[in-house]
């Protein structure tokens, strides 16, 4: 109707291509990697790694955190949780924009043929951020923003095709179903 048109008048062509995804590819070299096994969510002492140091390793990955621990950071003394292994190369992809959930489940699909031919990969992640401030979270509650308006789950997909999801919201949101 004319509500319609007015709209996309509204939308120059311009503006409507803002709204297109962003895409940035990086490689990391020699990134110390925590040791995973897909069936100890606990983690193992000197065999494997939690969820929880996973996530948290993620988190620091993310925003390009260095790793080794040095008393000099001003920013961070984080290092690797253990044990940990050093990945010759990792490859990082962020894409930034409005996703619907069916683009997610075929990056999901894409991801997942990555274990096919040749096996290099343990296990990847994949993780979906909501915006901090976005009005809405999951189910019919408003997203409080409070903090840090947290907003997010991770997948973490094994070789064998067992997966991890993590999920994380801020203390005034609805959890998921």
Request: aromatic content about 12%; hydrophobic content about 35%; charged content about 20%.
């Amino acid at each position: 109707g004319a509500e319609g048109s007015t709209l996309m008048s509204y939308f120059s062509k311009n503006q409507i291509q803002a709204l297109k995804p962003k895409i940035t590819f990086s490689t990391l070299r020699d990134l110390q990697c925590p040791v995973l096994q897909s069936d100890h969510l606990q983690g193992m002492p000197e065999e494997s790694c939690s969820t929880e140091e996973l996530f948290e390793w993620l988190g620091a990955v993310l925003n390009q955190v260095s790793l080794d621990n040095k008393s000099s950071s001003f920013l961070s003394t984080y290092c690797c949780p253990e044990p940990n292994t050093v990945v010759e190369k990792a490859f990082l992809c962020t894409i930034t924009g409005f996703i619907i959930p069916e683009k997610i489940i075929q990056l999901l699909e894409q991801l997942c043929c990555y274990f096919g031919e040749p096996k290099l990969a343990y296990w990847l992640t994949l993780t979906v951020h909501g915006f901090a401030d976005s009005p809405v979270s999951w189910r019919e509650s408003e997203h409080g923003f409070h903090k840090g308006g947290e907003n997010l789950y991770n997948f973490v997909i094994f070789r064998n095709l067992d997966y991890w999801l993590q999920m994380a919201v801020g203390a005034h949101d609805d959890c998921p179903p």
